[in-house]
């Protein structure tokens, strides 16, 4: 199967005015930052010891996913000031590319000695971001020069690290370069970079001078701890897991390699099944960054980094192109609805690394006093517009400019919908137009053009538990409906009914226990201190669920007010259990707006009576 | 008001077992790993760098408690090889204490001229422990040569703290001296040493010597953050805070100062209504061994000390000989039989330092590799035979030895009765036979003689709900019920029946939300891993409580099986709400009892249904 590039889409709706927040706001906001801190400037190579903004090992990896936005924004809307910042970055790159190919501003300004040295600094990750930049913004306007520049710094990683086995490691401690392979496979057709990305994807877990390196972390932080087929358990850091992942999906599918798809299978569950917020965060502990244990999913200690939910949606949609299973896509739009985009604020200009499922301040408070809990990464209750470490802004920048990628593949036979968006998407002769109103309501009209003879299918939402369609479907398997086209235009009615409902975890997620989330649609809902005033765990949603809608126009979504209690107050610190309590509304807001309103309480999951 | 002193006391029942315990297998087993480690051997005077064993600052403490314990208990039950270490000790104290009338083993052997200047170093407060021995010692055997060496050692204290003020701090940095002076005063008579208890009271929280001293530990953590009558909330450690408060009672009482117990009333107000666990526990954090802030109270990391339930039951006491309300004896026996007794095994050989309220090993485990909770102290499941700091083996030690002290105060007119145990008592002609199967049944008989027209005034426990007597009382104020005895032998039955109950906690305790904890008369109970096959938080009670009983010989107590329900498994990680679960029994034990059967999971706060 293929994907419809994002670039063959036109949005509109909800996904429209998100593209434009990310042009107009966060694109420009992300580059201020960037220069503010020097990282743009280091690209010049000329920063000296003493002077401020020294550079750092992963501020190539940062510019270059800004670059990579850049060229997904300008495909849809040319931008000749942004093109000439790409530019002028590329020619830097090309003066101060190394003869043999080398590229990495920390290892020729700050540490020229020690390339190839330490697996965990980054540079072939560095290597893999631009790489991606590269074939991003050559597919934008066809401007080769960067990618040609890569594919140079490509040839003299090859000889490194497969001709001559000369790098002090055989893999990187951080996966990306593997994905980027891929693409850059996908752009030029060499087949040398698929056998690059397999060599770096196969010798993970099994190269002794890795293990044997002093930079090599024991465990499964990097997932190296055993080849990547024996891997079964989502493991380590949760974005350097999703990356590797992706690299996988897109190699099983490229090399029709079916024991690399059935790991990909085994790992996609492992997290789906046991280790995802219901947000569609991944990674519950600080410690690491990381995946920890089945269903260990605490909520105000998550950390649920805003990439690493990226990730996971990367990897579904790699996942959908393999077989045809709405999991993935319910996958992909849970983590793109909630945590993805919770990673950015709603004016585009502020963002989170960390993205926890509860906050309570007092408790903050006496974390950092007492050392009761850990706290998030940082405390941060308040979207921030810098970060030291700021993988996040500009990958949710590249994530929302390219977004449409997620909407369509196909074969020969059939075009999957694996999301409903309001857009018209043209390729190949084909024209689908979506009118809805999704992700704030489940009523989708297709009308398709350019499919007399194949056959449409359309995702069935996992969370729809009602559904219909205008048209009888022929058949329905792992979750998409489908329908045989037999006119010039089709039009077909989808309707998802949105009705509020209350999820509840798995009783072995011992944070959610006697809670439970409110959810419509793709999204889930939160209660912030700033609408409720009450300690918010001291109220409950009442089982016998009545939510009223609102919608909200910053949002652009529904807020919900809904039946619940509030447990009464009493002076005493114990007293004979009685059930005490009284109704009242309860106000919820969609989770990805959460904190755009001051420092505020808030929780997920809500007790229930 | 005055107590009567436990040696006037013939315990039976469950308080004999205990002491019997306590004589026959604590104060041997503390011997011998105070024996192992070198604590007695320490007061040889002979340790020499580089031999193992190094003594420590506060080890002279640890034997003092010992020594203390075994006052008590051959007070009781004459022991001559018991006296005989007892003497031994004493002898070492007089060979080796410095002409000045210094006694202090790490600042003669290891640091001699480092005396008086640190105040964190527990000098004065090893000179506390070991005089409330001396004293101990004194009335149990009328042996003075300790009480003696102790009084020559206060001379030189008030030399060096108060005449010359030559220390290089003015009170201790660990409280303890202070309640020990009051004892002394009470033993000699010698009003100087009420002075200088309340010297060092008054002082704390006023000396700039203190404050301006390299060992001043900023903020509360030792009660000296402002002078003791200013301060309105239960702060710092506490161990320190309780050992500071029961000076502060023994000097309001003694002094008649209403101003200092005020703020004693205050302060015990700001523990019962704020700050303490159902099982009398206090100091909820690891961090600072300390009170945090009103009501917060985690289970799982609880730090709740043994010796500070110890402090606080103390504390209590103190104050019950103030004024008679019943809340202080309510609370005195909440911290005894609960986490007081937790802090030692069933077989009186282990110990908890340690008392959480949940135990969950896979979480325990999840917190040491990803750092996402705390854990207890040492992450100790299971008692120890003997800790680095010992303070609380041989603290429970003397206070089981001595529990009689808690139950009865007097004056010219009134005996109080302030808990409930098979005993006979004689004192001042006056002679008291409690028959009654407490903590396990709530029926007393009471046979009082030599008491004709004088008012007997019994505890209304706080836990009963309903009660009944056999005579009725002339009147019933702050908890007691007062009865005029007019027979030169009464007898009056009081009935306060013992009901299993569901208690709630204050809805601001966040950790105890939407559950409540099983209680039975003064017990609060736990549910155990080893007696039920579940995770112990995918249990719940009913709250139409149906209970069974059954009697435990090892416990001396009542095990409960009650109604409840188990979460029903299901296989996704969420889905959509529905109440699903299976009725079943669900066991309890009295929370003192949790541990004795190895390492397993365990929890006091259960959801209920």
Redesign the interface.
């Known amino acids: 199967m293929k994907s419809v590039s994002f670039d063959k889409i036109n949005l509109g709706g909800f996904w429209k005015n998100r593209f434009e927040i990310n042009k107009n706001a966060t694109i420009p906001m992300v580059y201020d930052r960037f220069s503010d801190t020097g990282r743009f400037d280091a690209f010049k190579f000329d920063w000296k010891e003493d002077e401020p903004n020294r550079p750092h090992i992963f501020w190539d990896s940062d510019v270059a996913k800004w670059l990579e936005a850049v060229a997904y924004s300008v495909a849809k809307c040319p931008d000749e000031k942004l093109e000439a910042i790409v530019d002028g970055v590329v020619d830097l790159i090309e003066k101060n590319q190394d003869e043999n190919g080398y590229f990495n501003i920390y290892f020729t300004v700050c540490e020229p000695d020690n390339r190839w040295v330490n697996r965990m600094a980054h540079e072939l990750y560095c290597a893999g971001h631009l790489t991606e930049a590269a074939v991003a913004y050559y597919n934008a306007t066809g401007k080769d020069k960067f990618l040609k520049l890569m594919q140079k710094y490509m040839e003299h990683i090859e000889t490194v690290f497969i001709k001559e086995d000369s790098a002090d490691f055989n893999t990187p401690g951080h996966e990306e370069i593997e994905l980027a392979l891929v693409k850059l496979y996908d752009c030029t057709g060499d087949e040398k970079y698929l056998r690059m990305s397999s060599h770096f994807v196969e010798t993970r877990g099994r190269s002794q001078k890795d293990k044997e390196g002093p930079f090599f972390i024991r465990g499964d932080y990097d997932q190296a701890h055993v080849p990547v087929r024996e891997q079964k358990t989502a493991a380590g850091h949760s974005v350097r897991a999703t990356y590797l992942y992706c690299a996988m999906a897109d190699l099983a599918l490229r090399m029709n390699d079916e024991t690399l798809l059935d790991a990909c299978r085994t790992l996609f569950k492992s997290i ?3 280790q ?1 917020y ?1 947000t569609g965060g991944i990674g ?5 960054e ?1 995946f ?2 089945d ?2 999913l ?1 909520n105000d ?1 998550a950390y649920s980094e805003t990439c690493a939910s990226i990730g996971l949606a990367l990897f579904a949609r790699r996942m959908s192109l393999l077989e045809p299973d709405s999991v993935y896509a319910d996958i992909a739009e849970i983590a793109t609805y909630n945590c993805a985009l919770a990673g950015v604020s709603l004016n585009g200009k502020a963002f989170f690394y960390v993205n926890p499922l509860e906050i ?1 301040l ?2 903050q408070k ?1 974390d950092k ?6 706290g998030g990464c940082s405390g941060v209750h308040e979207r921030l517009e810098v970060f030291d470490c700021s993988c996040c802004p500009p990958n949710i920048a590249r994530f929302v400019a390219s977004i449409g990628d997620f909407l369509y593949t196909y074969d020969e036979n059939t075009v999957y919908v694996h999301h409903y968006f309001e857009s018209d998407a043209e390729w190949n002769g084909i024209k689908i137009i979506q009118n809805t109103e999704y992700p704030n309501n489940g009523a989708v009209k297709l009308t398709v053009s350019g499919m007399k003879g194949k056959t449409l299918a359309v995702r069935i939402p996992g969370w729809a ?1 009602k559904y219909s369609f205008s048209v009888p479907a022929s058949k329905t398997e792992k979750g998409y409906a489908y329908f045989e086209i037999s006119e010039d235009t089709a039009e077909i009615q989808l309707d998802f009914p949105m009705e509020c ?10 944070a959610n ?2 809670r ?2 409110l959810c419509r649609g793709p999204l889930t809902y939160c209660a912030e201190g700033v609408d409720n005033n009450a ?1 918010l ?2 109220l ?1 949603l009442s ?1 016998q669920l009545n939510a009223n809608l609102l919608f909200n126009e910053e949002m652009q979504a529904y807020t919900v007010e809904a039946d619940g209690f509030e ?13 005490d309590f009284k109704s009242r509304k309860i106000k919820f807001i969609p989770y990805f707006a959460f904190a755009n309103r001051g420092e505020t309480d808030m929780i997920v999951w809500m ?2 009576k």
Do not use: C, W
Request: hydrophobic fraction near 30%.
């Open positions: 789906a099944d046991k995802m219901i519950s502990s600080h410690h690491g990381r920890t244990q269903y260990d605490p200690t309570n007092e408790k006496l006093e007492y050392h009761h809990y850990r538990e409902r209350l999820v509840a975890a798995n009783p072995l997620v011992e226990l006697g439970v989330a300690p765990n001291n409950s089982a447990d009464a107050p009493f002076d005493s610190l114990y007293r004979t259990y009685k059930p007790r229930i």
